[in-house]
């Protein structure tokens, strides 16, 4: 049985390695193909078809009865309207401790403002923007228990 094994796997191996040449040389023939008719340019007059864009295929969709789902959108904007003005305040304040910056946010939460800090590397700056004086004059007085100075200005946006 050994010697059958023996004799056998190199066999096998020529006889893959026969097969491979053959096949490379069948796939890389240098074989030259010429045409039996020559060119001949005709003087037929050729109607070009129109090339079609990518974009036409979605024309055709309403014919197919299928319809994109698109949501369309119709904005009726009245010009002559006047536009009221309304006035934004900024409050702005300086904190130092992070004690401070505790009992600020917590403050925050109890008031439901959205507030940015703004984080230095001395001191962290809030800033509030709301159109409510009331809020802000009541979270300044809270603020003022906790030794925090807060400065309420009318907010103006720079361009």
Known sequence: MQKILKWL???IAVGVAIF????LISINSNEVFIDTEPLSLGNKPTQE???KIWLDKFGESERKG???PVNEVYVEVDLQEKITKTITYKLSA???DPYQLFCLKEELKNHKLKYYLNKGKTDIELFIYSQNVDKLRNLVKVLKNYKISAIIKPYKEEY
């Open 9 to 11: 796997t190199p066999l």
């Open 20 to 23: 491979i040449i053959f096949f």
């Open 49 to 51: 078809k129109p090339k």
């Open 66 to 68: 299928y319809f994109y």
């Open 94 to 96: 300086k904190l130092l």
